[in-house]
């Protein structure tokens, strides 16, 4: 199979892609959030005939010895980048050793060893009490979601950069100039106007949030917005109403599966086959989900469709189904299988 051939295999999914050498050797490896787009990417040029000197003098030294070209696909970017990291470390391929530029993927960092804990744009994981959340991917994404968490209130954290703990506040002449202060947008525990417990609970109601316990963090926010109604706190209750329906607006909980090291060469396994039965098969891309049927009856009698499902060549047993012939008596195979998927396909439709 021709490199071109290989391009119309490849979802439009995100995962990462393996490529390799004519002994199978795994030159380089790469995530993407749209395999096909990623992928086709570094052969637009060439299929194009441009000059070498016209084409990145990574992709022009890589190409020529590209004969195969594997792909994971995954549930999510940060899924892709997380088996990338595990796969490259496994495998250190030449091109990704060469490549190699000290880039790091951000993080957020929640201080939970101060008093006072904050919320923090990091690229470097420290031994130091703190509870780092990440990687992240998209670096624009990490720095509009803490903007956005601070815009919406739902966790004030102090913003400064201000080291001091419970029992030494700073100067009240250091903090006297901070515009948060006098804005009302940080709880200002540098001048005692929050005590420690209670400003330390919001810290950890941030962690439920980054932790994706975001349906705990919704109920511990209804009882709250309950006892402040009861106490005729109305304005406490709005703010809490309000943070549970901004959390509820929020859709950006990520889905990782783990991923064993035995089942990796099995995944990659798995994904030449769909590109062989693509290729058998004459299809247009490959077959992401395959459904098959069988029938089974005794002597023309209780019979019985089975159907069995395979996504991304995995078996998919909850989608399993049995069909109880109804329309059909007598030893008539081809219409019990009309019957079955004629059902199958209607309910899906």
Same mark, same amino acid.
Request: hydrophobic share 35%.
């Given at each position: ?51 070498? #000197?016209?084409? *990145? ?8 010895? /590209? +004969?195969?070209?594997? =792909? &994971?696909? %995954? ?86 950069? #201000?080291?001091? *703990? ?8 250091? /903090? +006297?100039?901070?515009? =948060? &202060?006098? %804005? ?166």
């Amino acid at each position: 199979m021709t490199t071109s051939d290989q391009l119309t295999h490849i979802p439009h999914v995100p995962g990462v892609y393996l490529m390799r050498d004519a002994a199978s050797r795994i030159l380089y490896i790469g995530k993407a959030r749209d395999l096909a787009k990623r992928v086709a990417s570094y052969f637009h040029h060439s299929i194009r005939g441009l000059s070498p #000197f016209l084409m *990145s003098h990574k992709i022009s030294a890589l190409l020529p010895a /590209v +004969q195969q070209i594997d =792909y &994971l696909p %995954t549930h999510s970017e940060r899924e892709a980048l997380l088996l990338e990291r595990k796969l490259i470390r496994r495998y250190q391929p030449r091109f990704n050793t060469m490549w190699r530029d000290d880039k790091s993927y951000p993080y957020i960092k929640l201080t939970l060893q101060e008093d006072f804990p904050r919320l923090l744009f990091t690229r470097r994981v420290k031994r130091d009490g703190a509870r780092y959340f990440g990687p992240y991917p998209n670096v624009s994404q990490v720095k509009h979601l803490l903007r956005y968490l601070w815009k919406q209130k739902l966790f004030p954290l102090r913003p400064c950069k #201000f080291e001091f *703990s419970e029992g030494h506040l700073p100067d009240p002449r250091k /903090v +006297q100039s901070c515009l =948060y &202060l006098h %804005t009302g947008a940080c709880p200002a525990p540098c001048v005692a106007k929050i005590s420690q417990p209670a400003y330390y609970q919001i810290a950890k109601q941030a962690e439920l949030f980054l932790s994706g316990k975001r349906q705990r963090l919704a109920h511990t926010w209804e009882q709250q917005m309950r006892q402040a109604a009861r106490r005729l706190d109305f304005e406490t209750a709005a703010q809490l109403r309000d943070h549970v329906e901004t959390l509820q607006r929020m859709n950006e909980r990520v889905s990782i599966r783990a991923i064993q090291e035995h089942d990796l060469e099995q995944r990659i396994s798995r994904s030449r086959a769909l590109s062989a039965l693509q290729d058998a098969l004459e299809l247009p891309k490959p077959p992401l989900v395959i459904e098959a049927f069988d029938i089974s009856t005794i002597h023309g009698v209780e019979s019985v469709g089975s159907l069995v499902v395979f996504e991304q060549g995995y078996p998919e047993k909850e989608a399993y189904r049995h069909f109880r012939i109804k329309t059909v008596t007598g030893l008539d195979d081809f219409a019990m299988m009309a019957e079955v998927v004629c059902r199958r396909y209607r309910r899906c439709l």
